[in-house]
Antibody, heavy 121, light 112 residues
Framework: EVQLVESGGGLVKPGGSLRLSCAAS????????MNWVRQAPGKGLEWVSS????????YYADSVKGRFTISRDNAKNSLYLQMNSLRAEDTAVYYC??????????????WGQGTLVTVSS | QSVLTQPPSASGTPGQRVTISCSGS????????VNWYQQLPGTAPKLLIY???QRPSGVPDRFSGSKSGTSASLAISGLQSEDEADYYC?????????????FGGGTKLTVL
């Protein structure tokens, strides 16, 4: 069974940093591209970042470019999101999502349960 | 303001057929495939349709997708109470600045 479990969310002050993790199991992690998608309270979905299976291709939304860094460790079956210079508008539930195929696409077939990040003083 | 435009709400009665539209431009829907997600209250999104009209395993054939030009549609036939959810379209957007995944603002479907 495919499982994606996010962790690392919490309360952080504006300008602070946080590192999210996503532990994957039930599939060959190194064969799939992975993604982060967020959802602000009461709002719609917003794509944050994507990384290909071998980390060769990485994409970011303009809203996080230069502040967030996506990475993965295929040996540990884990996806990460390093978030720096956090702002109030980054407050959201952050979902880890798997691509349906090996290449990076907007076809996210499995999602984690999400981890809440709250940026507030 | 989302790059892909969806109606904020839609409704129907049980058994009815409902369609949800998703309007974009030549840089996204016009040149890339469209995907649809269903988000039930309090849960993570679920992939409903990929590559314009393909259903993942386990998705009922009551759900169908189509694309024409710079617009796409999700149709739900034989509407059921459990279909009450938020629906989002998504696609790649290829701009001069790079490649981005864009979502529609979402459509809240109410089953009356």
């Amino acid at each position: 069974e495919v499982q994606l479990v996010e962790s690392g969310g919490g309360l952080v002050k504006p300008g602070g940093s946080l590192r999210l993790s996503c532990a994957a199991s039930g599939f060959t992690f190194s064969s799939y591209s992975m993604n982060w998608v967020r959802q602000a309270p009461g709002k719609g979905l917003e794509w944050v970042s994507s990384i290909s299976s071998s980390s060769s291709y990485i994409y970011y939304a303009d809203s996080v470019k230069g502040r967030f860094t996506i990475s993965r460790d295929n040996a540990k079956n884990s996806l990460y999101l390093q978030m720096n210079s956090l702002r109030a508008e980054d407050t959201a539930v952050y979902y880890c999502a798997r691509d349906r195929v090996k290449s990076v696409t907007p076809e996210f077939d499995y999602w984690g349960q999400g981890t809440l990040v709250t940026v507030s003083s | 303001q989302s790059v892909l435009t969806q109606p904020p709400s839609a409704s129907g009665t049980p058994g009815q057929r409902v369609t949800i539209s998703c309007s974009g431009s030549s840089s996204n829907i016009g040149s890339n495939t469209v995907n649809w997600y269903q988000q039930l209250p309090g849960t993570a999104p679920k992939l409903l349709i990929y590559s314009n009209n393909q259903r993942p395993s386990g998705v009922p054939d009551r759900f169908s997708g189509s694309k024409s030009g710079t617009s796409a549609s999700l149709a739900i036939s034989g509407l059921q109470s459990e279909d009450e959810a938020d629906y989002y379209c998504a696609a790649w957007d290829d701009s001069l600045n790079g490649r981005y995944v864009v979502f529609g603002g979402g459509t809240k479907l109410t089953v009356l």
